[in-house]
């Protein structure tokens, strides 16, 4: 229960910060929030992973999962990807990285689609 606990609240410091920049910083014509955000989430879930994940620890869990999971997803999917290089799994890199990207898209579009024609 007390991981819970942690989780949800690291997890919605991370969705705060996520909404705090996304106010902060602001292009029109270019998503660079969400490239900073997915940048530096991607950078301090690296670090965390080398740093707290082989022991367990309560950091980790809390700001590895938590905070970062609140500020963005996307450090996940490029600690996989990284995950996968490190180990020469070449092959589900390379159709994980083309699937992930190709099916965001499509759901995007097909959400859109939804939204506007059906529901």
């Not at 905070?67 to 990807?81: I, N």
């Amino acid at each position: 229960m007390t991981n819970l606990i942690l989780l949800g609240i690291a997890g919605g410091l991370g969705t705060i910060a996520r909404y705090g920049l996304g106010k902060w910083i602001n292009f029109e014509h270019f998503p660079f929030v969400t490239l900073c955000i997915n940048s530096f989430g991607s950078l301090f879930l690296g670090y965390l992973f080398i740093k707290y994940a082989e022991q367990n620890s309560q950091w980790y869990l809390a700001l590895g999962v938590g905070f970062c999971g609140g500020f963005t997803t996307f450090s996940a999917f490029s600690l996989e990807l990284y995950k996968m290089l490190t180990s020469e799994n070449y092959l589900h890199f390379a159709m994980y990285l083309s699937a992930t990207v190709l099916f965001g898209i499509l759901c995007v579009v097909l959400g859109v689609y939804l939204g506007k024609n059906i529901l």
